[in-house]
């Protein structure tokens, strides 16, 4: 047995087998063969094994998913059995007299690179489908393992050095119970992911990946960042324990579903959920959010070579508005770079990313891109209330510009009569404290503020969020941070503006109070942590938080706002 | 053994067309190929003939030389001209 503690990232108790997730592909060398027909049987193989792979892969995501999905693969074998490339490959291998697994990937590329140049979107769309196809070719002849994370067989705890957020997307919530990685911290992107996903986490394990071999049996508990390798048979019965436990209180937790979201005083506010694609509605739902306070565009625009159109994004927004049935749904406009990056959109290097080309500031530079993204939103506010938000916004000059494209966007539409809600509202996201320190000015030009608390932490406090020797200098209850905060609560309170809050420190059960009383509207979190939130809001008194915000500001550090915050409770 | 066809289809021969095409050609033992003006392909290569990008109202000859021939021209350019059965 083996114990260590990495950061926890997202709660759960988890007893499962591990699955070491590998790196990506390594590149195929060229080298050269003495018997090049020996090296064509040895392609003749592999292409049959592709080939069953891909029929059982048909066969099983017709059972689990649905016939459209299955029928990516049936095209998928018709592009393997496809002769051309085959042949060029055999006429290749014994002309040159070199391995098979080079001039498969050599070929392969070649078609796909023509269809990557094509106009037509459908055809451009297949040059990743011939990548993908022969990839299984050459992992055969390479025998190299290829890892499905979507078809697995068994419940399994995922171990990787990093998760992407596609990858993280990508899991299969059924099998995977958890993941472990080496690096990342409490709010790097795929935490955040593991949360909304109700997938236990814990993240900034360091060298996990060397200490676990596959299949290793593995306790973890996402909520205190214990991770137990081997655990004995002591250990195995104190985890079912408490995942029995973990089972009573979600069930009581289902008793505050349709329960108001007030204080004792009768004082309400929303409870909001975040999410990131359409399949976060479930979730949504389980957990009875009366709203979504962020919904984040940017995985829409992720792993893919081309940028979508606005049809498509129109249906996914259209989508997910109408399935809402009524509830607002604040959409925040393309939230690029930093940690989050496109194939088909070029930032270049930078030295520090979090400072560098994001969010609106990319947006402004790339209207034509921008105006795409606000036209399929504004289509979309035809079916429900829909908020739009810019994220990043440190000056007015940004904010007013983007209103003006938002316009721009708007008379185009009617210019083509396509309906609109002109009853569409205009947030900006407060993550930059000079537009903290203005944000009397900003409420005269939006109807709604969300303060987006992980990056207004991280610029406030000049601590890089995703670097872990400094994790807890990344503190919510530095006083610094909270007056910020409260100065932006006054203004919106003063001008009348809604004030919202989509950070992950929204559901922090110690803050709470100070929320209250600072006066937000709604707060908005991963839709998993609403039902306890509900639980504790309905134990304050709004007069009491409001006091407490009064003295909560007279105090000089982070220690001391946490003891007043545990004795004024 | 060639004639020439027209693509009736409004999306031209890319997805679905290509697709039939390129299994019926498989079907027969001649070596058949796909000719436009700058290019000729092997019309039983899916990628190949999707490669082509022909759109719709676009020419092409249709090539065989095998034992089949005849009827390898015949039902591929009749299937052409019934918009691919789609």
Same mark, same amino acid.
């Given at each position: 047995?083996?114990?260590?503690?990495?950061?926890?990232?997202?709660?759960?108790?988890?007893?499962?087998?591990?699955?070491?997730?590998?790196?990506?592909?390594?590149?195929?060398?060229?080298?050269?063969?003495?018997?090049?027909?020996?090296?064509?049987?040895?392609?003749?193989?592999?292409?049959?094994?592709?080939?069953?792979?891909?029929?059982?892969?048909?066969?099983?995501?017709?059972?689990?998913?649905?016939?459209?999905?299955?029928? $990516?693969?049936?095209?998928?074998?018709?592009?393997?059995?496809?002769?051309?490339?085959?042949?060029?490959?055999?006429?290749?291998?014994?002309?040159?007299?070199?391995?098979?697994?080079?001039?498969?990937?050599?070929?392969?590329?070649?078609?796909? &690179?023509?269809?990557?140049?094509?106009?037509?979107?459908?055809?451009?769309?297949?040059?990743?489908?011939?990548?993908?196809?022969? &990839?299984?070719?050459?992992?055969?002849?390479?025998?190299?393992?290829?890892?499905?994370?979507?078809?697995?067989?068994?419940?399994?705890?995922?171990?990787?050095?990093?998760?992407?957020?596609?990858?993280?997307?990508?899991?299969?919530?059924?099998?995977?119970?958890?993941?472990?990685?080496?690096?990342?911290?409490?709010?790097?992107?795929?935490?955040?992911?593991?949360?909304?996903?109700?997938?236990?986490?814990?993240?900034?394990?360091?060298?996990?990946?060397?200490?676990?071999?596959?299949?290793?049996?593995?306790?973890?508990?996402?909520?205190?960042?214990?991770?137990? $390798?081997?655990?004995?048979?002591?250990?195995?019965?104190?985890?079912?324990?408490?995942?029995?436990?973990?089972?009573?209180?979600?069930?009581?937790?289902?008793?505050?579903?349709?329960?108001?979201?007030?204080?004792?005083?009768?004082?309400?506010?929303?409870?909001?959920?975040?999410?990131?694609?359409?399949?976060?509605?479930?979730?949504?739902?389980?957990?009875?959010?009366?709203?979504?306070?962020?919904y984040?565009t940017?995985?829409?625009?992720?792993?893919?070579?081309?940028?979508?159109?606005e049809e498509?994004q129109y249906q996914s927004y259209k989508d997910i508005v109408e399935a809402l049935?009524?509830?607002?749904c604040?959409i925040?406009?393309?939230?690029?770079?930093?940690?989050?990056?496109?194939?088909?959109?070029?930032?270049?290097?930078?030295?520090?990313?979090?400072?560098?080309?994001?969010?609106?500031?990319?947006?402004?530079?790339?209207?034509?891109?921008?105006?795409?993204q606000l036209r399929a939103i504004l289509r979309a506010s035809a079916y429900g209330p829909i908020?739009i938000?810019?994220?990043?916004?440190?000056?007015?000059?940004?904010?007013?510009?983007?209103?003006?494209?938002?316009?721009?966007?708007?008379?185009?539409?009617?210019?083509?009569?396509i309906k609109y809600s002109?009853?569409i509202? $205009?947030?900006?996201?407060?993550?930059?404290?000079?537009?903290?320190?203005?944000?009397?000015?900003?409420?005269?030009?939006?109807?709604?503020?969300?303060?987006?608390?992980?990056?207004?932490?991280?610029?406030?406090?000049?601590?890089?969020?995703?670097?872990?020797?400094?994790?807890?200098?990344?503190?919510?209850?530095?006083?610094?941070?909270?007056?910020?905060?409260?100065?932006?609560?006054?203004?919106?309170?003063?001008?009348?503006?809604?004030?919202?809050?989509?950070?992950?420190?929204?559901?922090?059960?110690?803050?709470?109070?100070?929320?209250?009383?600072?006066?937000?509207?709604?707060?908005?979190?991963?839709?998993?942590?609403?039902?306890?939130?509900?639980?504790?809001?309905?134990?304050?008194?709004?007069?009491?938080?409001?006091?407490?915000?009064?003295?909560?500001?007279?105090?000089?550090?982070?220690?001391?706002?946490?003891?007043?915050?545990?004795?004024?409770? | 053994?060639?004639?020439?066809?027209?693509?009736?289809?409004?999306?031209?021969?890319?997805?679905?067309?290509?697709?039939?095409?390129?299994?019926?050609?498989?079907?027969?033992?001649? *070596? !058949?190929?796909?000719?436009?003006? *700058?290019?000729?392909?092997?019309?039983?290569?899916?990628?190949?003939?999707?490669?082509?990008?022909?759109?719709? *109202?676009?020419?092409?000859? !249709?090539?065989?030389?095998? *034992?089949?021939?005849?009827?390898?021209?015949?039902? !591929?350019?009749?299937?052409?001209?019934?918009?691919?059965?789609?």
């Amino acid at each position: 047995m083996k114990k260590i503690t990495g950061i926890a990232a997202s709660k759960g108790i988890v007893i499962a087998k591990a699955l070491k997730l590998m790196p990506l592909n390594s590149a195929v060398l060229k080298c050269s063969i003495d018997d090049s027909e020996k090296e064509c049987k040895k392609l003749e193989l592999a292409f049959s094994k592709a080939k069953s792979d891909l029929q059982t892969l048909t066969q099983k995501t017709l059972e689990n998913c649905g016939k459209e999905e299955a029928a $990516i693969f049936e095209a998928h074998e018709l592009l393997l059995d496809d002769p051309e490339i085959r042949q060029r490959a055999e006429s290749q291998i014994r002309a040159e007299k070199v391995n098979a697994s080079y001039v498969i990937e050599l070929i392969s590329s070649e078609f796909a &690179s023509v269809f990557d140049q094509m106009d037509d979107e459908y055809l451009k769309a297949r040059a990743a489908d011939i990548r993908d196809v022969y &990839s299984r070719v050459v992992d055969h002849l390479e025998q190299r393992v290829r890892q499905d994370l979507s078809l697995l067989n068994e419940e399994v705890i995922l171990i990787a050095h990093d998760l992407t957020p596609s990858q993280t997307a990508s899991i299969n919530k059924e099998k995977t119970k958890g993941f472990l990685t080496n690096i990342g911290g409490k709010t790097s992107h795929s935490a955040i992911m593991a949360r909304t996903m109700e997938i236990a986490a814990v993240v900034g394990l360091k060298s996990i990946t060397e200490s676990v071999e596959d299949g290793d049996l593995i306790a973890f508990n996402g909520e205190s960042g214990e991770v137990i $390798i081997h655990p004995t048979d002591e250990v195995i019965k104190e985890y079912k324990i408490k995942l029995e436990n973990e089972k009573t209180e979600k069930q009581s937790l289902q008793l505050l579903k349709g329960q108001k979201s007030q204080t004792l005083d009768g004082h309400r506010i929303e409870l909001a959920g975040n999410i990131g694609t359409i399949a976060d509605l479930q979730s949504l739902k389980v957990n009875d959010a009366e709203a979504v306070g962020l919904y984040r565009t940017e995985f829409l625009f992720m792993d893919r070579k081309t940028m979508p159109t606005e049809e498509e994004q129109y249906q996914s927004y259209k989508d997910i508005v109408e399935a809402l049935e009524g509830k607002e749904c604040l959409i925040r406009t393309l939230d690029i770079g930093g940690d989050k990056r496109l194939d088909y959109l070029d930032i270049g290097d930078e030295e520090n990313p979090f400072l560098g080309f994001r969010a609106i500031r990319i947006c402004l530079k790339r209207i034509d891109f921008f105006k795409i993204q606000l036209r399929a939103i504004l289509r979309a506010s035809a079916y429900g209330p829909i908020g739009i938000m810019f994220p990043m916004i440190s000056s007015l000059r940004e904010l007013l510009e983007a209103k003006a494209i938002l316009e721009e966007a708007k008379s185009e539409l009617r210019a083509k009569e396509i309906k609109y809600s002109d009853k569409i509202k $205009i947030g900006l996201m407060i993550e930059v404290p000079s537009a903290a320190l203005i944000s009397d000015v900003l409420a005269d030009h939006v109807d709604f503020f969300s303060l987006g608390t992980n990056d207004l932490t991280q610029y406030a406090l000049a601590v890089d969020r995703m670097n872990e020797s400094v994790e807890e200098l990344y503190d919510p209850f530095n006083p610094g941070l909270l007056r910020l905060i409260n100065l932006v609560a006054e203004n919106a309170k003063k001008k009348g503006v809604k004030l919202a809050m989509c950070g992950s420190i929204a559901h922090r059960h110690e803050l709470l109070p100070l929320w209250i009383g600072m006066g937000f509207d709604e707060l908005s979190m991963s839709p998993v942590h609403i039902l306890l939130t509900r639980q504790v809001l309905r134990s304050l008194n709004l007069q009491k938080c409001q006091q407490m915000v009064s003295g909560m500001l007279k105090l000089g550090s982070s220690k001391e706002v946490k003891d007043y915050l545990k004795i004024k409770k | 053994m060639e004639k020439v066809v027209t693509i009736l289809n409004a999306e031209g021969l890319h997805a679905r067309p290509a697709a039939v095409l390129v299994k019926k050609a498989s079907s027969f033992s001649s *070596d !058949i190929q796909i000719k436009t003006s *700058d290019k000729e392909v092997n019309a039983k290569s899916l990628m190949s003939v999707m490669t082509l990008g022909l759109k719709k *109202d676009a020419q092409f000859t !249709i090539v065989a030389k095998g *034992d089949d021939e005849q009827t390898a021209v015949d039902e !591929i350019s009749k299937l052409v001209e019934d918009k691919f059965g789609l």
